[in-house]
């Protein structure tokens, strides 16, 4: 059964400080917990509940004297009950010895074992796999922990706060000893023992503090932390510049794991991350990698802030940490881009993100609100629409306050809530007291529907000109479709970012009436409250293109009659290069619609002459970025294109995708080759926006060149291409030359595979991308899933490893529309026998596999009726765990 939000009931017990002793040995690792509690004399008394899962437990000690205890075991686990406690609200002690098996923990959660290295993970209830606990997050105590393993197995040792000391022990035993000097909740915990070194670099702050930074890895990976290293310290400059957050801690580590569920945790000092967002160099990893990089270490960075030091009360407020972080990344990404036409880059690439991944999953089974309700299992709700969509509605706020409001209101959240577990309402409180003439101010239980709803929002605009009065009228309404439990929905607050467009591409002014109020107002927001809306424009002396929603300043799906000629005018002139972008979308996607739901085969000519030529024109201009022209001529994916349709037919998207990119292969082929020459440069290899754009750019036109080789009988452009995967200086040019010839289907491809595979057999990191690559290959006759089966038998292949099983099994589920939604089921037959396997492993993991068929409703024939049968399957197994039943429940509700 679910737990749900409203039910919310202070602790009954406060535990003032934890004093946790490990002896650590993957088969049987005893630990001592020793705690201070009290009575919470708000709450009515009651017994002690403490939250346990895979433990066995040996001795519970109150105020050093044995103690009666009884087991009760529930559907949501194990915890130790305590009715006989000293009465009043005297703090008591409390300790509890118990044994785990770190060496078995395939599920990652709690204490376990990656490559005879101690890793824990306890965000969100991975703290009572370690301990019996208050496992919650309003439950802060003060943490001293004593770890005591093998010297030669274990030399490193580590754990939150600071070293207080160290020392030897018999048996070829040592010990550490650290005390975090901060308050946190359990899912903060964290230690890691293993055969570690670290790059380290001392750091002198703005007001004079010094700190030691640290990043553990394996002997082999040294060389590749600089770039996680540097973007440390990027963050640090930047949360103290931007906001006045400092460093709080004398101490701050990194440790990476290449077994780990998620991105990165953002563990007080003490941050454990996937191997993938700490290691990077330039053979290994490409610009996109690099950037991962930047922003998972920026995020866990700034979490010391927005997570640690102000907490969430319960997980309904995960967004609370989360959607605010990922703000902060965002952020921060983009202040470091030098030029603000790499900041409209970085802004495409999360809205794309967002609109790709985010509403999709708000238009399904699944969608819940940013501050959900209900949940069964919270590790399914670490999702798109907790992090992006979350962020999303922090950014509104900003939007509404200013940006200099908004860093006011951060400032006030921590004078209110530093050291405490708060809630959504807080957050959004702090910013709106802090800006009290604001927008936000005066709409503030409107905008937090936000919070509360569900579901895409949409905005309807229709613009009329009116030559007499030389007005132009624009109306713009809004709607929210239903979702599980919620079919009504009240209006959102809406800001809209807007500007006029005359035909020759000029910027008009704006005066404009609002529902025909009398000021005129001349902002370029206007911000919707009702269902409906006319603003009236004023002095036109022909009819504008309006640029609505201008750097996406609302998450919402904007309906909008714009003609070619429209859309071709905001594409080649719009002062604002979202819209830009927005409009070579709009304009690519209306030509895909009409050709999946043409009847007959599809032509080969999809696009018409307009469209070629303004991507030429585009690809031509001397004055735009690399990366962004890299962008616009990146047609809209399958995905995106099935969102925008009630009945689905992979294949169909697929063909017709496939001959959209044929055609622009082929009619700008030479374009494309001039494009490739002029990315060309010598100098040294930098990951900085600009030149990442140049190579992106130059990896399409790889892509494309080799795309036209076969129609245009040409021979030299594969040849060149293997020639680069063989001489690239870097992981970018290399990998991009490499999918260029697999996605072509070039005879290339297979030697190319095999030297890649060759060249970096001992790098797991390249090994995924290895496989990704295959996975996620365009399907050509049903030739994927033999492929992906072929190479799940592979050496390399491990189902255990949650990295390779995305990198293989993910790629093709949810990565390759066309692959996986095979007429004769097979793909999804592959699914259930995957998620099966998975969640006998990983549950976490196993339900993120599960969610491939969140869509299934909208399949058309014969697909919608396999997947449901799939989907049943699953459903009919009697040992799923609780993550996967979850999902399984929602896809098949009605
Ligand atoms: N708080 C982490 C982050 O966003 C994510 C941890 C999620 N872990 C999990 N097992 N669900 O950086
Ligand atoms: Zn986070």
Same mark, same amino acid.
């Given at each position: 059964t679910a737990i749900h939000r409203a039910d919310y009931q202070a602790p009954a017990y406060w535990i003032a400080t934890v004093e946790l002793c490990f002896d650590l040995d993957p088969a049987k690792t005893r630990v001592l917990n020793r705690m201070q509690l009290r009575r919470n004399p708000d709450v009515p008394a009651q017994a002690l509940r403490l939250d346990g899962e895979e433990l066995n437990l040996a001795r519970v000690l109150v105020n050093g004297q044995g103690t009666s205890f009884r087991m009760d075991t529930t559907e949501r686990g194990q915890q130790l009950v305590l009715e006989n406690l000293p009465e009043g609200d005297e703090p008591f002690t409390l300790e509890i010895f118990t044994t785990c098996c770190p060496a078995k923990?395939?599920? *990652?959660?709690g204490l376990f074992v990656s490559q005879d290295t101690f890793f824990t993970q306890c965000?969100?209830?991975?703290?009572r796999r370690i301990t019996y606990f208050l496992d919650r997050p309003d439950v802060m105590a003060l943490y001293t922990v004593t770890l005591r393993a093998d010297r030669d197995k274990y030399p490193v040792l580590l754990s939150n706060g600071n070293l207080v000391e160290e020392g030897t022990l018999d048996d070829g035993r040592h010990f550490a000893k650290w005390v975090d000097p901060f308050k946190k909740p359990a899912y903060l915990f964290a230690l890691v023992a293993g055969k570690l070194v670290a790059r380290e670099q001392r750091i002198r702050s703005r007001a004079g503090n010094d700190h030691l930074l640290q990043i553990f890895v394996r002997r082999g990976d040294l060389d590749k932390t600089e770039h996680a290293m540097l973007s440390l310290m990027h963050s640090i400059a930047w949360d103290e510049a931007r906001f006045g957050l400092t460093l709080d801690l004398e101490r701050f580590m990194i440790v990476a794991t290449s077994d780990f569920n998620m991105g990165a945790m953002e563990n007080k000092g003490l941050n454990i991350f996937n191997t993938k967002y700490v290691l990077a160099s330039q053979a290994t990893a490409t610009d996109s990698d690099f950037s991962g990089v930047e922003s998972v270490v920026g995020h866990e960075y700034f979490h010391n802030w927005t997570g640690d030091r102000v907490t969430c009360r319960d997980w309904f407020q995960l967004s609370l940490k989360e959607g605010l972080t990922v703000f902060r990344d965002q952020e921060f990404s983009m202040d470091l881009c030098a030029e603000a036409s790499a900041r409209a880059v970085k802004r495409i690439e999360d809205v794309r993100v967002l609109r790709t991944v985010q509403f999709p999953e708000d238009a399904g089974p699944m969608a819940h609100p940013v501050r959900p309700d209900a949940y069964i299992e919270i590790s399914n709700f670490y999702t798109v629409t907790i992090y992006e969509k979350g962020a999303e509605v922090v950014r509104m706020m900003q939007t509404l306050v200013g940006r200099d409001g908004f860093a006011k209101g951060m400032t006030l959240y921590f004078e209110r809530h530093d050291g405490q577990a708060v809630t959504c309402d807080d957050f959004a409180q702090a910013i709106a007291d802090a800006n009290p003439q604001s927008h936000l101010a005066a709409l503030l239980p409107q905008f937090k529907r936000w919070y509360a709803q569900a579901g895409t929002p949409r905005v309807h605009a229709a613009g009329h000109y009116d030559a007499e009065n030389r007005s132009y009228t624009l109306t713009l309404s809004q709607s929210c479709p239903p979702t599980p439990d919620q079919p009504v929905k009240e209006p959102f607050v809406i800001p809209v970012a807007l500007g006029l467009v005359a035909a020759n591409g000029a910027a008009l002014p704006l005066q404009y009436t609002v529902d025909s109020g009398e000021t005129n107002a001349s902002e370029a927001l206007f911000t919707m409250t009702q269902a409906g809306h006319t603003l009236v424009f004023h002095g036109l002396d022909a009819e504008p293109v309006p640029s609505l929603l201008r750097g996406f300043s609302a998450p919402v799906i904007l309906d909008i009659e714009y003609s070619d000629a429209q859309l071709l005018t905001l594409l080649a002139h719009d002062s604002d290069p979202f819209n830009r972008w927005e409009a070579a979308q709009r304009l690519a996607l209306r030509h895909a619609l009409n050709a999946v739901s043409a009847e007959g085969d599809v032509p080969a000519q999809v696009l018409d002459g307009a469209f070629v030529e303004a991507m030429r024109a585009i690809l031509r201009e001397p004055a735009l970025d690399a990366a962004f022209k890299e962008l616009v001529l990146t047609l809209p994916s399958e995905g995106y294109i099935a969102e925008q *349709?009630? $009945? $689905?037919?992979p294949q169909r998207i697929h063909a017709v995708r496939e001959a959209m990119r044929l055609q622009l292969a082929v009619a700008l082929q030479p374009d494309w080759a001039a494009a490739w020459e002029a990315s060309e440069h010598n100098g040294s290899y930098s990951p900085d926006p600009l030149s990442a754009g140049r190579r992106a750019l130059a990896g399409l036109a790889l892509v494309n060149l080799n795309l036209a080789a076969a129609p245009t009988g040409d021979t030299v452009w594969p040849g060149r291409t293997y020639q680069r995967f063989k001489d690239a200086d870097n992981m970018t040019d290399r990998a991009n030359a490499l999918s260029a010839l697999v996605g072509a289907g070039h005879e290339l491809a297979k030697p190319a595979l095999e030297r890649f595979h060759a060249l970096f057999t001992d790098e797991a990191l390249v090994i995924d991308k290895w496989f990704q690559m295959q996975a996620s290959a365009p399907d050509r006759g049903g030739d994927i899933l033999p492929l992906v089966k072929q190479l799940m038998k592979?050496?390399?292949?491990?189902?255990?490893?949650p990295n390779r099983a995305r990198s293989l099994v993910f790629a093709y589920c949810n990565g390759n529309p066309a692959g996986f939604h095979r007429a004769d089921g097979a793909g999804y037959a592959f699914w259930v026998e995957q998620v099966l396997a998975m969640d006998a492993i990983n549950p976490q993991v196993a339900a993120r596999l599960a969610r491939a068929l969140d869509r299934w409703k909208k399949l058309a024939a014969p697909y919608q009726a396999l997947a449901r049968e799939a989907i049943s399957r699953v459903a009919a197994s009697t040992s799923l765990s609780n993550d996967v039943r979850e999902v399984i429940t929602r896809a098949l509700a009605d």
């Open positions: 923990n395939t599920k *990652l959660m965000e969100a209830e991975g703290f *349709l009630a $009945v $689905v037919d592979h050496p390399d292949f491990s189902i255990q490893n």
